[in-house]
């Protein structure tokens, strides 16, 4: 390797040397010892401590290395500020080829330092995160051990709670059906007084009820509608109880007065009905059973919009019943004839879509009543 390799690879490790004689001048036999401390560049021989200030108190040090009488000496860590601060260790070392001179070497630390400095900072944060971490799993701990604790509470709390609430939901239970007991009984006994007067409307009563419920199935209703309906078309001629009983029997038309009588059983059935807290509005599809799309109904000649859907439904099915099934007081005209009579006032007193539904259950679904289907006259 010649001179000029050995210089190349010297400064590609950042290493600089030259030569100090006994005068303590020194020469270096490169230019990048200048550049890197920040000088201008000395071709000739210089004062060692113009150039190194920090041999200054060492210079007995390097006059032995040049007798003989020392082997070497260091300055390590040296820092100076040039652009950036660089960090550099100083070698004086001994010449074994005679002459009356020692090697200088200075060895570039700058990128080392740095990366140690970065190494520790990093250790330190490591450090300072393993302490932050032993912390959190010491807090953790605890907080596991009452969490655990909370949820072994939690438990007895649950299987207490879940005591209790089969107890209420038991009361619940036998509380909805003793209610239910009660609903029906009043329903029961509104019928048996109503059939005291008049048995046979109350069969007419079921069957409309029966009948307007299977119409209501056919749209789609919801099932706890079509209670509803079942339960108004089972009270909805209870006004009846008030009207004298030789105008419910009589053959042929009422006179004009006798039918005003008649007329007001719907209002009165509602006055009845009206006190009973009925989870729908029982009181005012009985109230409307009578109404009619044009406004030709009664008690209040309401008209379409104003009518609820269950007194639609009620009244289509109240009108095939009256005239389909026989009375004692007259022969009945017939199912045919009481589908075309809903048929021809499709749209104008009853409802399209609940006509069509009515007519089809009877010639399409075979529907046929299952109380006192021998009054039932083709």
Request: hydrophobic fraction near 40%.
């Amino acid at each position: 390797m010649n001179d000029e390799q050995l210089s190349m690879l010297v400064v590609r490790f950042g290493i600089y040397y030259g030569t100090v004689d006994e005068k303590l001048r020194v020469r270096f036999n490169s230019d990048g010892v200048f550049y890197y401390l920040g000088e201008k560049p000395v071709v000739q021989w210089m004062d060692l401590a113009d150039f190194l200030p920090e041999v200054v108190g060492i210079e007995n040090e390097i006059l032995r290395i040049i007798g003989g009488e020392r082997e070497e000496y260091s300055i390590q860590s040296v820092n100076r500020r040039v652009k950036d601060d660089v960090f550099f260790n100083i070698y004086f070392l001994r010449k074994y080829l005679g002459g009356r001179s020692c090697v200088v070497v200075i060895k570039d630390l700058t990128n080392e330092l740095l990366y140690r400095q970065a190494v520790q900072q990093k250790k330190n944060e490591v450090e300072l995160l393993q302490q932050i971490l032993m912390e959190k799993n010491a807090a953790l701990d605890v907080t596991n051990r009452k969490v655990v604790e909370s949820r072994d509470e939690l438990s007895r709390l649950n299987r207490s709670l879940e005591i209790k609430v089969q107890e209420r939901t038991h009361q619940l239970e036998e509380s909805t059906m003793l209610a239910q007991r009660l609903f029906h009984q009043t329903v029961n006994a509104l019928m048996l007084a109503l059939e005291k007067r008049d048995p046979y409307t109350v069969g007419h009563q079921q069957r409309v009820s029966e009948l307007a419920c299977a119409i209501a199935r056919e749209m789609g209703l919801d099932e706890f509608v079509v209670e509803g309906i079942l339960v108004a078309g089972n009270l909805h001629d209870i006004g009846k109880i008030y009207v004298p009983s030789e105008f419910l029997t009589k053959p042929g038309e009422l006179s004009e007065e006798e039918f005003s009588v008649m007329k007001a059983h719907p209002k009165i059935g509602f006055d009845i009905l009206s006190g009973i807290e009925f989870p729908w509005p029982v009181a005012a599809i009985v109230l409307q059973h009578h109404e009619r799309l044009d406004g030709s109904g009664y008690p209040y000649g309401l008209t379409e919009k104003e009518i609820l859907l269950e007194a639609k439904i009620l009244s289509v099915a109240d009108v095939v019943e009256a005239m389909a099934t026989m009375r004692p007081y007259r022969i009945s005209p017939g199912l045919n004839l009481a589908l075309e009579e809903i048929r021809r006032n499709r749209g104008i007193g009853y409802d399209s879509t609940i006509v069509d539904i009515c007519v089809n259950l009877f010639t399409a679904r075979g529907f046929k009543w299952n109380h006192l289907e021998s009054h039932l006259r083709q």
